[in-house]
């Protein structure tokens, strides 16, 4: 597919409000991202962590942010903030950026609390303004989400030079004609809120235009666009685009029971984006050197045909996780966990290429405080009282040594 892929967009990008960041329900295992404005050349972020019985900030947080353009590398961190937001300077104009904030948290389990580590709230997809706006221009925000609807506000400059307007979803993973295809249609879909896709149309134009789609799936990324119709026509504009996850009904979506390879998986592919894109760049290596195709490809068309379709559908909107490990494993794990559990189990594929072995290699660390974040690690035996007995002769023995030695 298109690697290196360089967007340029109007007014793109996910745009959510304070209420968002701090929503009960929002992803406990990772907080979240969310933009608070941009420029042709910055774009402004504030991220949140859960905190809890069970979840922390160390004391003295550290905090940093991190971001890269979607499908390509490498990732540039700012370190040593010591708030939660930062306007990160000297972007490209017009340019789609991927950002996420990071913070050192520590986690309870088994009445245990964890050593401090890095933790990634989810990430946003949010776009530069263009240097020289065109004369009809605008801007979404997806400023409301639920387990069930999302909510999406359309800004338009110059509203008298439009006729209509539609705004436009569906699931990210749809096999559809792109979604901007069928946004400049003048009815997208057979029908609003129908199989994971739905419009709203707007034939009278001001300068906000608020839309609400219910009946959505529960943890499923929807990909929004907005496309203006100029007047006189035939001509068309994207006022905005972005891609939002819906929430979890009850605790967090990426608190889903995982077995221990699906909870590497997922924690690599959240918290360590660079690891997780080298892990899927060896990966796919191995499955062109012995099957001759590439990784997706196989696994679409011996496991799941259905599945190259869908990620063809990804690829025609941009958005091909072929280019983006962490996107890919966090995907699969939580989509997609028969077709993960296939390529983890492949007999053909070498141990120190399964996502456990190639972190126990390579980043053994890392590893650690992952399997014991999800309690994977087996916990120190009880002693039995025998056990207790002969300890504390040992430490008895050991005190009077030292007792006598200092007389």
Same mark, same amino acid.
């Given at each position: 597919?298109?690697?290196?892929?360089?967007?340029?967009?109007?007014?793109?990008? %996910?745009? =959510?409000?304070? *209420? #968002?960041?701090?929503?009960? /329900?929002?992803?406990?295992?990772?907080? $979240? +991202?969310?933009?608070?404005?941009?420029?042709?050349?910055?774009?402004?972020?504030?991220?949140?962590?859960?905190?809890?019985?069970?979840?922390?900030?160390?004391?003295?947080?550290?905090?940093s942010?991190?971001?890269?353009?979607?499908?390509?590398?490498?990732?540039?961190?700012?370190?040593?903030?010591?708030?939660?937001?930062?306007?990160i300077?000297?972007?490209?104009?017009?340019?789609?950026?991927?950002?996420?904030?990071?913070?050192?948290?520590?986690?309870?389990?088994?009445?245990?609390?964890?050593p401090?580590?890095?933790?990634?709230?989810a990430?946003?997809?949010?776009?530069?303004?263009?240097?020289?706006?065109?004369? %009809?221009? =605008?801007?979404? *925000? #997806?400023?409301?989400?639920? /387990?069930?609807?999302?909510?999406?506000? $359309? +800004?338009?400059?110059?509203?008298?030079?439009?006729?209509?307007?539609?705004?436009?979803?569906?699931?990210?993973?749809?096999?559809?004609?792109?979604?901007?295809g069928?946004?400049?249609?003048?009815t997208?879909?057979?029908?609003?809120?129908s199989?994971?896709?739905?419009?709203?149309?707007?034939?009278?134009?001001?300068?906000?235009?608020?839309?609400?789609?219910?009946?959505?799936?529960?943890?499923?990324?929807?990909?929004?666009i907005?496309?203006?119709?100029?007047?006189?026509?035939?001509?068309?504009?994207?006022?905005?685009?972005?891609?939002?996850?819906?929430?979890?009904?009850?605790?967090?979506?990426?608190?889903?029971?995982?077995n221990?390879?699906?909870?590497?998986?997922?924690q690599?592919?959240?918290?360590?984006?660079?690891?997780?894109?080298?892990?899927?760049?060896a990966?796919?290596a191995?499955?062109?050197?012995?099957?001759?195709?590439?990784l997706?490809?196989?696994?679409?068309?011996?496991?799941?045909p259905?599945?190259?379709n869908?990620?063809?559908?990804?690829a025609?909107?941009?958005?091909?996780?072929?280019?983006?490990?962490?996107?890919?494993?966090?995907?699969?794990?939580?989509?997609?966990?028969?077709?993960?559990?296939a390529?983890?189990?492949?007999?053909?594929?070498?141990?120190?290429?399964?996502?456990?072995?190639?972190?126990?290699?390579?980043?053994?660390?890392?590893?650690?405080?992952?399997?014991?974040?999800?309690?994977?690690?087996?916990?120190?035996?009880a002693?039995?009282?025998?056990?207790?007995?002969?300890?504390?002769?040992?430490?008895?023995?050991?005190?009077?040594?030292?007792?006598?030695?200092?007389?």
């Amino acid at each position: 597919m298109r690697a290196n892929l360089r967007r340029t967009m109007l007014f793109a990008g %996910v745009v =959510g409000t304070c *209420s #968002l960041l701090a929503s009960p /329900s929002a992803d406990a295992a990772h907080g $979240v +991202t969310i933009s608070t404005g941009q420029t042709d050349t910055s774009i402004s972020v504030a991220w949140s962590y859960p905190t809890g019985e069970k979840s922390q900030l160390c004391f003295g947080p550290e905090l940093s942010v991190c971001y890269k353009e979607p499908w390509t590398t490498p990732t540039t961190c700012i370190n040593g903030l010591t708030n939660a937001n930062h306007t990160i300077q000297n972007l490209d104009p017009g340019t789609e950026y991927k950002i996420w904030g990071r913070g050192k948290g520590r986690f309870r389990v088994l009445g245990i609390w964890s050593p401090c580590v890095w933790r990634s709230a989810a990430p946003v997809f949010q776009s530069t303004r263009m240097s020289t706006p065109p004369p %009809v221009s =605008g801007h979404l *925000s #997806l400023d409301g989400v639920s /387990s069930s609807s999302l909510s999406a506000t $359309v +800004t338009v400059t110059s509203p008298s030079q439009l006729s209509a307007v539609n705004v436009c979803y569906k699931k990210r993973n749809l096999v559809l004609p792109t979604l901007k295809g069928a946004c400049e249609t003048v009815t997208p879909y057979p029908a609003p809120n129908s199989e994971g896709r739905g419009y709203h149309r707007y034939t009278t134009v001001t300068s906000t235009l608020s839309s609400t789609f219910f009946a959505l799936a529960e943890c499923q990324h929807y990909k929004v666009i907005a496309i203006g119709f100029e007047s006189p026509g035939p001509g068309t504009v994207v006022l905005g685009e972005g891609i939002v996850k819906t929430i979890a009904s009850q605790g967090a979506c990426n608190l889903i029971s995982f077995n221990k390879t699906g909870h590497i998986g997922d924690q690599v592919g959240s918290d360590h984006d660079e690891i997780a894109d080298d892990y899927v760049q060896a990966t796919d290596a191995w499955y062109s050197g012995f099957y001759h195709v590439d990784l997706l490809t196989q696994l679409g068309y011996v496991e799941d045909p259905d599945l190259f379709n869908q990620l063809s559908a990804f690829a025609i909107d941009n958005e091909d996780p072929r280019q983006d490990g962490s996107d890919l494993l966090r995907y699969m794990v939580e989509d997609r966990p028969d077709l993960y559990a296939a390529w983890q189990e492949d007999p053909q594929l070498p141990q120190s290429l399964t996502i456990e072995g190639y972190m126990e290699e390579n980043h053994p660390d890392v590893l650690q405080d992952i399997l014991f974040l999800g309690g994977f690690l087996e916990p120190m035996p009880a002693l039995s009282p025998v056990a207790y007995a002969l300890l504390a002769l040992v430490l008895a023995g050991a005190a009077w040594g030292l007792v006598r030695r200092r007389r």
